[in-house]
């Protein structure tokens, strides 16, 4: 890592930076964390206690001070932030899954969209907060199953309880920009940029959240198991857990650097070919896990969506940012991190992150050079 120059990444913004995650203890938050920790940040956590065991965040280890905490406490949330006093925050926090929507529509909403708010309405009050980057997804656009990817101005929607909470955290985000942190304020006391980020369906290794294709399937190889697909036919814009996670830094060092332009709503998904079925996907898995099996469930199921491809191309162009990984690296990666863990007894996330550096810095992308 020393070689990598690492603290230098994205113009070396976050090296002694006061920086809060929250979600730390989730699957993007903990990659999150460790990344932010290598390149010299000052990192806090907020979150419930690990959503599983084995869980990312124990494994990795880090020196951080962790908060566990409910993000719907909004007095709580204050304390917390008040104390810290962070230069930024990155909202990931969040119940994810769709599935578990429909059982609990009002802790999802709950939690997704109060738990915005409450970090929101704190980020007023912070006297040396500069930037919110606030996570969403691509299920916040109203899906009309169309053939073309989502830009940023398109209608907010979701169909489900998760989805349409997504969409809310949007409204709710831009509400709170228009309101009290908007960029073409100039004043002294408004000096707060906020932003959102929307991604894709991320994969990854250190996942074990429930009902997830591919941590499922994983899960399953290792004792030598098969899962059942539900949604065999659902594509999704796959894509590696750092793909998003540079998206989100990338924005952040814009936001920190006081580029109001940035402040506003971003996609960060993967290249086209990324859009793949789950039945493709699991079968590419396949061919790096022969361990890996799998059969059809003919039950029905709650709606998920068919079809969903985002259009990265603002944050491509205006950002400099884009996806490091294809199809074929991103599956090879996610599934060669459980062999490691599964079979050997090793946590190679490290080593995963400084491939992943070595491959942006060889396709010369713009947060990459140091
Ligand atoms: N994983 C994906 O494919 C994906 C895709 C698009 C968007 N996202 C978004 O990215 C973010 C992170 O997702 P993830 O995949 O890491 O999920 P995860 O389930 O692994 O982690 C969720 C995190 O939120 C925390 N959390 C949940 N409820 C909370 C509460 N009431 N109070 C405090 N903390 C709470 C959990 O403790 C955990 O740290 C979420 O906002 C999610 O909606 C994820």
Known sequence: MENLEINKLFGGIYKNKKVVVTGHTGFKGSWLAMWLKKMGADVYGIALDPPSHPNHIDLLQLEIKSYIQNICDFNKVK???????????????????????????????MTNVMGTVNVLETARSLSNLKAVVIVTSDKCYENKEWLWGYRENEAMGGADPYSSSKGCVELVTTAYRNSFFNPSNTDEENKVLIASARAGNVIGGGDWATDRILTDIVKAASISSSVYLRYPKATRP??????PL?????????????????????????????????????????????????????????HEAGFLMLDSSKAIKI????PVWGLT????????WYKEFYENNNVISCQTLEEYILDAQKKEIRWSKT
């Open 79 to 109: 304390e917390i932030l008040s104390e810290i006093n962070p230069d930024i925050i990155f909202h990931l926090a969040a119940q994810p899954l769709v599935r578990l929507s429909y059982q609990d529509p009002v802790n999802t909403y």
């Open 238 to 243: 796959w894509q590696y857990v750092l793909e």
């Open 246 to 302: 540079s998206g989100y830094l990338n924005l952040g060092w814009k936001l920190l650097l006081g580029e109001k332009a940035y402040a506003e709503g971003w996609n960060f998904g993967p290249n086209t070919e990324n859009n793949i079925s789950v039945l493709n996907l699991v079968m590419e898995a396949k061919k790096s896990w022969e361990k890996i099996s799998f059969d059809f469930d003919n039950t029905q199921h709650p």
């Open 319 to 322: 950002l400099e940012w884009k």
């Open 329 to 336: 690296k991103t599956i090879e990666k996610t599934i060669f």
